[in-house]
């Protein structure tokens, strides 16, 4: 349903967006990752036609952004960035225009605004001016105006950004009803959103893609994937991790948090899971434990690792501070010189 080819956008001699290319299938609901000032924005807005690309194209349902841009909109249901809207229009009114201006008229179009504000549960603002509501209520509204036209192709930038933990859960409901007739990206850093709602996910930084894979095999590429976590009654702390040093094939064997007391986390320094040698051990030695859990990986490990800017070249502070002009006095002023 989409097809982003080759995406470049520079404003300047910056490279905002540096040759994205992806595609989306029916059925997905993909996570569009990065820090901020990553090229996240950017790219939905070229994709959406909002912002023309220096280079590079998308193709939505088969129409090109810009050689077909009234087709490929017509198949796009877009929230951008801050959720746009008319402060002075009511939420009703707001529907209502974005509907006629999606070709709906009368009942067709009283039908479709009814539907999105029962969906979104935004029925008890309808009369209240939009300028008034809070934050999460006009992120709703901006999402009801995504979806009046129930497009195919679905893209929201920070859908759950000002709601409280009941409304992005209601939000995640709503997307994933959704998924199986659309192809959906959400723009976000949100990692937990990624894990909640997406079938795949893309990390961008820098203007590039840096990857691409399901929420569970980026876990995977965290040091603590098949991490074991284990429970430990006080005072055993120190005898446990020595007998667990006895264990071939682990990295490290970090303190961790634990609500019902001590907990060790061992780490493997490799892809061979460690749970049964340590329950051998376990038994073996006949340790006391509280309990024991294998970890999946952890998605901010990986996403911190892989979007880390690069290290500065090794004495650029020293030829940046040589470099740097001086002030010297020169008739009572200070002047710079270099």
């Given amino acids: 349903?989409?097809?982003?080819?080759n995406l470049v956008k520079r404003f300047g001699p910056l490279v905002a967006v540096d040759d994205v290319s992806f595609s989306v299938a029916p059925g997905?609901?993909?996570g569009f990752l990065g820090p901020n000032g990553a090229g996240k924005s950017t790219t939905m807005k070229m994709v959406t036609g909002f912002l023309a690309p220096t280079s590079g194209t998308a193709v939505v349902c088969?129409?090109?952004?810009?050689?077909?841009?009234?087709?490929?909109?017509?198949?796009?249901?877009?929230?951008?960035?801050?959720?746009?809207?008319?402060?002075?229009?009511?939420?009703a009114d707001f529907l209502d225009f974005v509907a006629h201006v999606?070709?709906?008229?009368?009942?067709?179009?009283a039908s479709r605004v009814a539907l999105v504000a029962e969906v979104l549960h935004i029925n008890e603002v309808l009369q209240q001016p939009i300028d008034t509501l809070s934050k999460g209520f006009k992120r709703r509204v901006g999402v009801a105006q995504a979806l009046l036209h129930d497009p195919p192709v679905l893209i929201l930038d920070e859908p759950t950004d000002g709601l409280d933990p009941n409304q992005k859960y209601e939000m995640r409901e709503i997307i994933a009803a959704m998924r199986p007739e659309k192809a959906i990206?959400?723009?976000?850093?949100?990692?937990?959103?990624?894990?909640?709602?997406?079938?795949?996910?893309?990390?961008?930084?820098?203007?590039?893609?840096l990857a691409d894979d399901t929420p569970a095999g980026l876990a995977?590429?965290?040091?603590?994937?098949?991490?074991?976590?284990?429970?430990?009654?006080?005072?055993t702390e120190a005898r446990i991790r020595a007998e667990l040093a006895e264990i071939a094939g682990i990295a490290a064997i970090d303190d961790a948090e634990n609500d019902e007391g001590p907990a060790l986390l061992?780490?493997?320094?490799?892809?061979?899971?460690?749970v049964g040698d340590i329950a051998d051990m376990a038994r073996a030695r006949g340790w006391r434990i509280t309990g024991l859990r294998v970890e999946r990986g952890r998605l901010d490990d990986v996403f911190?690792?892989?979007?880390?800017?690069?290290?500065?070249?090794?004495?650029?502070?020293?030829?940046q501070r040589d470099a740097a002009p001086r002030a010297v006095p020169q008739d009572g002023l200070n002047v710079a010189q270099g």
């Fill in 1 to 5: 349903m989409l097809e982003i080819r």
């Fill in 28 to 30: 997905e609901v993909l």
């Fill in 62 to 91: 088969g129409h090109d952004i810009q050689a077909a841009a009234i087709a490929a909109k017509r198949c796009i249901g877009y929230l951008p960035e801050g959720a746009p809207a008319y402060p002075d229009m009511t939420p």
């Fill in 102 to 109: 999606r070709g709906f008229s009368g009942k067709e179009a």
């Fill in 185 to 209: 990206i959400i723009s976000t850093h949100l990692l937990e959103e990624v894990e909640a709602v997406c079938s795949r996910a893309i990390i961008i930084a820098r203007g590039r893609i």
């Fill in 220 to 235: 995977a590429r965290s040091r603590y994937h098949n991490a074991v976590r284990i429970g430990l009654p006080f005072g």
């Fill in 266 to 274: 061992v780490i493997p320094a490799g892809e061979r899971p460690l």
């Fill in 304 to 319: 911190r690792a892989i979007t880390a800017p690069p290290p500065a070249p090794h004495g650029s502070i020293e030829r």
